[in-house]
C-alpha cells in the first residue's frame, strides 16, 4: 500500500508537470512562428548539421543553401510517396511541385537560436513524457488504464516530434501545421485525462440536475473549440503568406488581405461565448449557487473573453507579435478546462458520493 500511494503522489505530481510544460511549449512555438523563425533550422533533428547551432553565418560553408535544399527535397520525395501510397495523391503532387518548399531561406542567427530553444524545450518534455509513463508502471494492476494511457502518449509524441521534422522538411507546408497543431490538442487532452484520473476522488461536481444537457453543451463547446483553434492556424498560415509576400511590412493591411477563414474564426469565437455562458448559468442553477465547479467555468469564461479581446487587438492594431503565442497559448488552456469540466461532470466517484449522502 505504501508504494502504491508513493507511486501515485509521483505520477501525480509528474502528469501535472508534464501538462504545464506542454503549455509552455505550445507558447515557444508561438513565439517561434509570430517571429517567423519555422526555417531557422533547415534541417531535423540537427540544426545546420550541429547539435549546437551556429552564431554566424561564416560558420557555414559557402553552398549550405544548397545542401540543405536538396537533403529537403529528398526527404520530401519519400514523402510524398508515402502519401500517394496511402491515396492522398493532391498533398503528394503539392509537395513535390510547390515552389515555396523548394525555396531554402537565409541564415539568421536570432531566428536559428529561437527555433533551436524551442527544440530543447521539445526534447525535455519528451523526457517527462518517460518519467510520466515509468510513473504510471504500479498501477498496471491497479488502474492499467493509466499506464495504457501513458503509453499512448509516448507514441503520439514520437509521432509529433516526427510530424515536426515533416513540417521543417515541406517548410511549413499549411496542412502539415495544422495536422501538428490538432496533434499537440489531442496531447493535452491525454495529460489532462491523466491529471483528472489520478486526482478523480476531488475533481467531481458535487450535485447536478439535467446532468445529460450539461454533458451536451460541454461536447459541443469542446468541439467548437478545437475547430476554433484549427481555423486560427489556418488564419496564421494566410497571413504567413500574405506578410511574405509584402516582405513582412504593411502590417496594418494584413488583416484586411484575409479571405473567408477569418471571418468564420472571429465568428465562432461569439459563438462560442453564447455556450459557455449557458454552461456556467447551467451549472449555476443544477448546483443552487456558487462551488468549486461553478468557479472554474467562471474562469474558463473569462478567459474566453480575454481571448476576444487579443482576437480584437490583433484584428485593429497590425497583427502585434507579442501577442500571438499568448493568443494560441490561451486557446489551448480553454480547450483543457473545459475537457477537465467535462470529465469531472461524468465523474463516477460524484455518483458514489451522492449516493453516500443521500442514502
Not at 534541417?43 to 535544399?69: A, H, R, V
Request: glycine share 8%; with cysteine; hydrophobic share 50%.
Amino acid at each position: 500500500m505504501k508504494n502504491n500511494i508513493e507511486g501515485n503522489n509521483f505520477f501525480r505530481k509528474i502528469s501535472l508537470v508534464t501538462l504545464m510544460a506542454v503549455y509552455f511549449l505550445i507558447l515557444v512555438g508561438g513565439i517561434v512562428r509570430s517571429t517567423g523563425a519555422g526555417m531557422g533550422c533547415p534541417d531535423w533533428p540537427k540544426c545546420f548539421g550541429q547539435w549546437i547551432p551556429p552564431t554566424s553565418e561564416e560558420m557555414l560553408p559557402d553552398n549550405y543553401k544548397e545542401k540543405y535544399k536538396n537533403d529537403r527535397l529528398e526527404k520530401n520525395q519519400r514523402l510524398a510517396n508515402y502519401l500517394e501510397t496511402a491515396g492522398l495523391k493532391k498533398q503528394a503532387t503539392d509537395i513535390r511541385t510547390e515552389k515555396f518548399i523548394q525555396q531554402e531561406t537565409s541564415f539568421n542567427v536570432m531566428k536559428t537560436w529561437t527555433e533551436y530553444i524551442n527544440r530543447i524545450v521539445g526534447i525535455l518534455i519528451g523526457f517527462l513524457i518517460i518519467l510520466n509513463l515509468i510513473g504510471s508502471v504500479p498501477f498496471i494492476k491497479s488502474d492499467p488504464v493509466l499506464f495504457i494511457w501513458s503509453f499512448l502518449l509516448l507514441l503520439l509524441v514520437v509521432f509529433q516530434g516526427w510530424i515536426g521534422s515533416v513540417v521543417v522538411s515541406t517548410h511549413l507546408t499549411p496542412w502539415m501545421v495544422t495536422l501538428h497543431m490538432l496533434i499537440a490538442v489531442i496531447i493535452i487532452a491525454i495529460l489532462t485525462y491523466l491529471v483528472f484520473r489520478s486526482r478523480k476522488n476531488k475533481l467531481y461536481f458535487h450535485q447536478v440536475t439535467h446532468r445529460r444537457f450539461l454533458n451536451f453543451l460541454l461536447i459541443l463547446s469542446g468541439l467548437l473549440i478545437v475547430v476554433q483553434i484549427l481555423l486560427g492556424t489556418q488564419v496564421r498560415e494566410a497571413i504567413d503568406l500574405i506578410s511574405s509576400s509584402l516582405g513582412y511590412e504593411q502590417r496594418n493591411t494584413w488583416i484586411g488581405s484575409l479571405r473567408l477563414e477569418f471571418y468564420i474564426h472571429r465568428s465562432f469565437s461569439l459563438i462560442l461565448l453564447v455556450l459557455q455562458a449557458g454552461i456556467l448559468l447551467n451549472i449555476y442553477r443544477s448546483q443552487s449557487g456558487i462551488n468549486g465547479s461553478f468557479r472554474l467555468s467562471g474562469y474558463l469564461l473569462i478567459l474566453l473573453l480575454v481571448e476576444i479581446g487579443l482576437g480584437i487587438i490583433m484584428a485593429y492594431f497590425g497583427i502585434p507579435p507579442y501577442i500571438q503565442p499568448v493568443h494560441l497559448l490561451i486557446g489551448t488552456m480553454i480547450f483543457g478546462i473545459q475537457f477537465l469540466i467535462l470529465l469531472m461532470n461524468n465523474n463516477k466517484r460524484r455518483v458514489q458520493i451522492e449516493k453516500e449522502v443521500f442514502a
